[in-house]
């Protein structure tokens, strides 16, 4: 089986840590496209050095303009290097404008799409992330949901159930891996570990300006890598400066995944508006407060681990640094952490 598999920004590098070595177990022939969406060395080439994953075979020099623009290159792009490859199936992953573009690019070439976390549904239909999540599956020929509520959404909407495959969430995969790998142990050394990269909050000056504010104000000891948009939003809502001094706020750059997931299960919350970073947090047993009122995995709420502090309101940040201290039962949600081989199995079975 000849795979070529999409990739394009960090959670997709991250996902692919765990599925290029899955691939290289069973002696697939992986080709790994890389769109180029996140280009800068932190947020992209230092995950391929030090997770070890291959390095990609093409490359894309993206030229940066508007969401269409960038979009319709990376598909040229892909479609270009999937007429000279052929491949036998096209992997994408997640919901990111690199998963649109080579989900559309693949399926009107015919050649068959496989959508790895597919179905998550929100129920916003303006928000990016549904939009091309919703354009992927459409267009895909064997979906890989990741939790529970995704595969039930897919099926109310109709997905062939032969077609769908529930095995959990490839990033529980990658997050054992690394835990598995350099011993790292949860524990809780007094601080919060926090990210904000979200459209919704990056580029609204009234939602960052809460997030900031709620920062400073609680006095608490904050670890916050800081995306390199909401840097630049920072700068110009003219909030950087006031959180860099802030004395209790600790502004880094972006960090590898290593001392990503070191930072996270030192911590005694993570706040955050990222889908990966939040499931990450709550698989290392992390009470988890989420920045954004968009529901992706109901369960992880219900169960009262993921409360919601919309940052409409800066006071919804402070009391969830405050208050939030879940007790009860965290159940299971994203699998046993053998997603990638089962996908892998599935794929050899329909495309080997
Ligand atoms: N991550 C990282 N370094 C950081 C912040 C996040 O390695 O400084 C990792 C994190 O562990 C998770 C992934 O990046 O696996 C999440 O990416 P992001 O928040 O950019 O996107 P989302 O998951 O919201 O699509």
């Known amino acids: 089986m000849k795979l070529l598999s999409v990739v394009g920004t960090r959670p997709n590098f991250i996902k692919e840590y765990s599925f290029s070595k899955t691939c290289e177990e069973n002696d697939i022939d992986e080709i790994i496209v890389h769109t180029g969406q996140h280009y800068d060395y932190q947020m992209s080439q230092l995950f391929f050095k030090e ?86 599956d459409a267009v895909s020929d064997v979906l890989f949901p990741h939790i529970q509520e995704a595969y039930d959404s897919l099926m109310h909407e109709g997905y062939e159930k ?17 835990v598995s790998e350099f011993d790292i142990k949860i524990s809780r050394n007094g601080y919060i570990y926090a990210t904000v990269h979200r459209e919704e909050n990056a580029d609204s000056p009234e939602r960052l300006k809460n997030i900031v ?63 990966g970073v939040r499931r990450e947090a709550y698989m290392l047993e992390k009470p988890v407060i989420s920045l954004i009122n968009i529901i992706w995995v109901p369960s992880m709420l219900a169960c009262g681990w993921k409360t919601i502090a919309d940052a409409s309101e800066k006071n919804n940040i402070l009391d969830a640094i405050r208050n939030h201290d879940p007790k009860g039962e965290r159940p299971e949600l994203f699998g046993d952490g053998k997603t990638s081989e089962k996908i892998v199995k599935v794929l050899l079975e329909r495309y080997g």
């Open 162 to 178: 032969n077609d769908v495959y529930l095995f959990g969430d490839i990033m529980k995969d990658s997050l054992d891996r690394i």
């Open 213 to 275: 504010d709620a920062f400073i104000e609680s006095g608490m000891n904050i670890k916050f890598p800081v995306h390199p948009r909401t840097k630049n939003k920072m700068m110009e809502f003219e909030l950087y400066d006031r959180i860099a001094n802030s004395g209790n706020v600790e502004i880094m750059e972006p960090v590898g995944y290593l001392e990503n997931i070191r930072l996270m299960a030192g911590a005694d919350k993570v706040i955050t508006d990222s889908g």
């Open 51 to 136: 997770l070890e994953i291959p390095k990609p075979h093409y490359i894309n020099e993206i030229l940066k303009g508007r969401i269409g623009y960038e979009t319709a290159t990376m598909l040229s792009f892909i479609e270009e290097v999937l007429i000279e490859e052929r491949p036998d199936v096209t992997l994408v992953y997640g919901d990111v404008n690199s998963t649109l573009a080579a989900a559309i690019a693949s399926a009107k070439l015919r050649i068959p799409v496989a959508h790895i976390e597919a179905g998550l549904r929100s129920g916003y239909r303006h928000n990016p992330e549904e939009i091309n999540r919703k354009v992927a």
